[in-house]
């Protein structure tokens, strides 16, 4: 019967117990919409022998893995060398990708060396955001050997070979007496162009004849060992004419498991549990051992089991009664074992419900119950929980803390910033500092911060936009763990130096109209950009247009021009939103269109203004405009937002409702306003506009982008002057 067997090295199993009691504890929290996390498991299968730990080691520590994702999964996200460099946890936006292994050596022909590979899909969704995948890297070799048990030295002469060999190559390995002898076995890896193993035998009869005899081994397949038998006559005579013949026996590698035991690993101590307003949680320490333990005992605070009178109450939970294992449930200790019958691996939660944790006295020290587990080798492990209910029992063991980012605080991250915080808990540490950089390069950068007592408060700039950045504390000679965030993606305004124009067909109650429109295509609905032109097309007026006059880049800019109808002034405006129908004489906007939610620190364009004189006021809305307005200059204005709507805008009087910066749906505002000339004649001017973001900025995050320019500050209530222009170009959002 031949042995096969399934070593699962220890380093690989402290990661594959780890994912299997994950359910047990709380996931770290990623920041970002369309973010999730992947945990991931190496089991390498080895068939040979019970390997020595050094062996299982180098195989553990020279593991290729990684993440791809893409067409056909050709584009590398992560690579990792050695199994125990690979992450908790590995953070990736929503998507489709595929975990890869790879183990060994890949020799098209080797006694020695064996090729490992294993891949598995997965997907990050909203469904299923923290997937947890195991990669089984099995054996890819093709395995051969010669059956030693069949070699009858009274028939064969000691000086027989046996050639194995890939296809037509001149990959071969030459099996003698000695390689039979020791049972050794031989690896190949086949290219994809072969499929079949030859073989060639020569062998001398005991009278000294000379014989050979050659076959092909047909399909074969990776982790399965091709053994040659050979077969004899009745009393060593030929058979069948031939002097022996052989038999090829197709064996499959991996079937029957060994696995190479460790000692038991112990979980969910590594963390003090710490929690000063007495509202703990339940938290779960985890024991895993190969085989049954022989003991798990437990030291108790006294008095958890009824005897005040000892310092600790010491209980063994494999070995209790039925009512001493009430009793402790009853008080919010419990425990039960689970048994992997695959791998034979028993996994013990011990629970600490909040029940008990919350029941324990005010210490001013750490509450430490140690958790003692013997397995059936004796093998001793010995582990503390350490709780802290009071801030002078909390127990540091680095001088700094690095809090995650606050995910509460959406301006934490923006585009081009992000703040982070940390901790001080050793007064005797240097002046930290929080270095940071783009994941994958080690071009550091290094932010100081600000102190508030014994936090301090860093803001990294100079950061991309849509880029995943890694950041660590750093204080004489320690660097913390890494954590991560990704910076927003920056949102591009569409046609945003107007380029494209075109026209569509609306109905006025003169009839149907030809409006122009700043969008490629005759479809105001969807359009980017709006203008007040479909509520001058009744007069047969143009009030917005593209021109080459003056322009930043391209060929055109915006055009503004106010104009005058039935004496009445109509600012020349262009808006982001859309023109929704005229009101008799007045206008029905919606503005704003959907947006990615990024937080701009300014809205920069290209402009030129010029006011015409003679500003005349619609009767009626004089206390609207400013004093000495009427027959003045006219005024002119941009401005942005970012909203959780889009906004109605109603010029009627009757109904009227205008664009209130202070609105409930305003996260943030910003505007300039011209009373005179802007820009040199004939050229367009940089602008930019700051964005003043308001206390909801914090906490909700805008949907709607809003800019409104219009050549008549005043043209909502029909105030201005005729003439008055505005030409813009090249709007863009600074982060």
């Not at 690993?265 to 703990?280: A, D, I, W, Y």
């Not at 000679?477 to 949102?491: G, M, P």
């Not at 945003?496 to 149907?512: L, V």
């Not at 409702?657 to 306003?673: H, T």
Request: net charge negative; charged share 20%; glycine share 8%.
């Amino acid at each position: 019967m031949k042995t096969n067997i399934t070593i699962i090295s220890l380093i690989a199993l402290g990661t594959s117990l780890a994912g299997v009691l994950g359910a047990c504890t709380a996931e770290a929290p990623f920041a970002g919409e369309g973010e999730g996390a992947v945990k991931m498991h190496v089991v390498l299968n080895d068939r040979l022998s019970r390997a020595d730990d050094a062996d299982t080691d180098e195989l553990a520590e020279n593991c290729k893995i990684y993440i791809t994702t893409g067409e056909g999964f050709g584009n590398v996200l992560h690579k990792w060398t050695g199994i125990s460099n690979v992450p908790a946890s590995v953070a990736l936006r929503y998507g489709a990708y595929r975990a890869e292994a790879y183990a060994g050596d890949s020799v098209p022909a080797s006694w020695d060396k064996k090729y490992y590979t294993g891949y598995t899909t997965f997907d990050v969704g909203a469904s299923q955001p923290n997937p947890e995948v195991q990669i089984d890297c099995k054996i890819a070799n093709v395995a051969v050997s010669v059956d030693k048990n069949s070699v009858d030295n009274s028939v064969i002469a000691d000086d027989y070979t046996v050639t194995f060999g890939i296809g037509d190559t001149n990959k071969t390995l030459v099996y003698t007496k000695a390689e039979v002898d020791n049972g050794q076995m031989g690896y190949f890896m086949m290219p994809v162009n072969q499929t079949d193993i030859r073989y060639e035998i020569s062998a001398s009869d005991m009278d000294g004849n000379s014989h050979s005899y050659s076959g092909t081994i047909a399909n074969v397949k990776r982790a399965h060992e091709y053994r040659l038998t050979f077969k004899y006559g009745d009393n060593g005579e030929t058979s069948g004419g031939a002097f022996i013949t052989i038999e090829i026996e197709d064996l499959e590698l991996i079937n029957d498991e060994i696995v190479i035991e460790g000692v038991p690993t112990v979980t969910g101590t590594e963390t003090q549990k710490v929690n000063l307003e007495g509202n703990f949680e339940d938290e779960v320490v985890s024991v895993a051992s190969y085989g049954a333990l022989k003991s798990l005992e437990l030291s108790l605070p006294a008095g958890t089991m009824s005897r005040a009178a000892a310092e600790v109450d010491v209980v063994d939970l494999i070995h209790i009664s039925e009512a001493v294992r009430n009793n402790l449930a009853s008080k919010g200790v419990d425990f039960d074992e689970i048994v992997e019958e695959k791998t034979g691996v028993h996994l013990y939660h011990v629970n600490f419900r909040a029940k008990w944790l919350n029941a324990l006295p005010k210490s001013e020290e750490a509450i430490i119950v140690p958790v003692v587990a013997v397995d059936k080798n004796d093998n001793i492990v010995r582990q503390e929980l350490s709780i802290a209910n009071t801030e002078s029992a909390i127990v540091y063991a680095d001088p700094v803390l690095l809090d995650d980012i606050d995910v509460n605080n959406l301006l934490a991250v923006t585009g081009t910033s992000a703040t982070v915080t940390l901790k001080v808990v050793s007064q005797d540490a240097g002046v930290p500092v929080v270095r940071y950089c783009e994941e994958g390069t080690e071009d550091w950068l290094t932010a100081e911060g600000t102190a508030s007592g014994n936090v301090m408060t860093f803001r990294l700039t100079g950061l991309k936009t849509g880029t995943r950045y890694e950041y660590q504390a750093a204080v004489d000679d320690f660097i913390s763990e890494s954590k991560y965030f990704t910076t927003e993606e920056a949102f591009v305004i569409p046609n945003a130096s107007f380029e494209s124009w075109n026209t569509y067909s609306a109905k006025t109650m003169f009839g149907q109209k030809n409006v122009i429109i700043p969008w490629a295509e005759g479809n105001k609905s969807a359009s980017f950009w709006g203008s007040g032109n479909e509520g001058a097309a009744t007069a047969n007026k143009v009030l917005t247009d593209k021109s080459a006059d003056m322009v930043n880049s391209g060929s055109y800019c915006a055009r503004l021009a106010s104009d005058e109808a039935a004496r009445i002034i109509a600012a020349g405006n262009i808006f982001v939103g859309e023109y929704v129908e005229t009101d008799v004489t007045n206008g029905v906007l919606s503005v704003g269109r959907p947006y990615n939610g990024s937080h701009p620190v300014s809205l920069r364009f290209y402009a030129n203004y010029r006011p015409a004189s003679g500003v005349t006021v619609k009767s009626g809305n004089e206390a609207f405009v400013p004093d000495g307005f009427k027959g003045g200059t006219d005024h002119g204005q941009v401005y942005v937002a970012l909203t959780t709507e889009a906004v109605e805008i109603r010029t009627n009087p009757d109904n009227r409702k205008l664009f209130d910066r202070n609105g409930s749906e305003v996260i943030a505002y910003g505007e300039v306003s011209w009373t005179g000339n802007f820009g040199p004649d004939g050229t367009l001017q940089e602008v930019e506009i700051p964005l003043e973001y308001n206390s909801r900025a914090k906490s909700v995050r805008p949907t709607h982008l809003v800019i409104v320019a219009s050549a008549s500050k005043y043209g909502d209530y029909f105030s201005g002057a005729k003439g008055s222009v505005m030409c813009l170009d090249d709007f863009e959002l600074v982060y």
